[in-house]
């Protein structure tokens, strides 16, 4: 059984930073993208960032430089570290999968930002 648990999001200042981490298990991790996603109240969910299977990453442009997802195979997690927090960035963060022809989602994690 797929199942992706967030962790890490918290209340930080602008200009601080944050990691947030995404504990995968019920599939073999090592062999899928994993993606960053998040919604904002008011907001569409946005694609943040994603990880392939052999190490690629891209990057929204609102993130790009400040972000960085990376992951580590042998723990089953994908990382999301984050610099130069703005106000902007405040939102729900959620971990993302597609596997076994379906779209798993973890449960999110509040980041908010104080100006």
């Known amino acids: 059984q797929v199942q992706l648990v967030e962790s890490g999001g918290d209340l930080v200042q602008s200009g601080g930073s944050l990691r947030l981490s995404c504990a995968a298990s019920?599939?073999?991790?090592?062999?899928?993208?994993m993606s960053w996603y998040r919604q904002a109240p008011g907001k569409e969910r946005e694609l943040v960032a994603i990880?392939?299977?052999?190490?690629?990453?891209n990057y929204a442009d609102s993130v790009k430089g400040r972000f960085t997802i990376s992951r580590d195979n042998a723990k089953n997690t994908v990382y999301l570290q984050m610099n130069s927090l703005k106000s902007e960035d405040t939102a729900v963060y959620y971990c993302?999968?597609?596997?076994?022809?379906?779209?798993?989602w973890g449960h999110g994690t509040q980041v908010t930002v104080s100006s």
């Open positions: 993302y999968v597609r596997a076994f022809a379906q779209r798993y």
């Open positions: 019920g599939f073999t991790f090592s062999n899928y993208h």
């Open positions: 990880i392939t299977s052999a190490g690629g990453t």
